[in-house]
């Protein structure tokens, strides 16, 4: 296996992010400084990474139902509630972190993982992950508006295209179904707000396929093999 992709494997970095650290010099095989990412390492090598033994880890996926008030970060400086905390009863042993952001007080789908190269496929613009929204405005959004947003708004960053937008059925009409593939940061919030409006409550339903049916909020499962290899 390459160094870069063994190093992902074992929940380092992404394969990306893995193949800059072995060329600055940071990891060693067998003792020695190797700065070749495609170094084919061996069953017999010892792989290590800031002094410490590299071990290929069993790969975890979990999917959270997210609550609000929790920071999608591994840890925060400033003491807040993380979706870590959600997960201190699994007792893990492997480093699992979440794939992408969900902000402070949005809630719904929410990936982690300790697999690299899963977490890239899933973040990484071009492949395109499929996100659903429900949204909760603070006033009634017109059809006309509803119709900008599906032809395609141009923000501060570009444009940003919208594959669907509807009405919720039986909700107010201040409440809508939003699906995209961008991952930009705070994309969803900025399109509305950009049309002038506030979101009093945003929900990710699905992600990448996966939706939270039978999931109450706060809690997680283990995606199931079908599951992953969907997501690969």
Known sequence: MQLNKYLAHAGIASRRQAAELVKTGKITVNGLVVKEPGYQVKPTDVVEFQGSVVRQEEKIYILMNKPKGYITT???????????????????????????????????????????????????????????????????????ELQKIAQGLVLEDGPVDVDEISYIPDNPRSRVRIRLHSGRNRIVRRIFEHLGFEITKLDRVNYAGLTLKGLPRGAWRYLVKHEVAMLK
Not at 112 to 117: E, I, Q, S
Not at 129 to 144: G, N
């Open 74 to 144: 591994v840890a925060d400086e400033r003491n807040r509630k993380t979706v870590m905390q959600l997960l201190e009863s699994a007792h893990f042993n492997e480093r699992i972190y979440p794939v992408g952001r969900l902000d402070r007080d949005t809630t719904g789908a929410l990936v982690l993982t300790n697999d690299g190269d899963f977490a890239q496929k899933l973040s990484h613009p071009k492949y395109e992950a499929q996100k659903v929204y429900h949204v909760t405005l603070d006033r009634v959004i017109k059809i006309a």
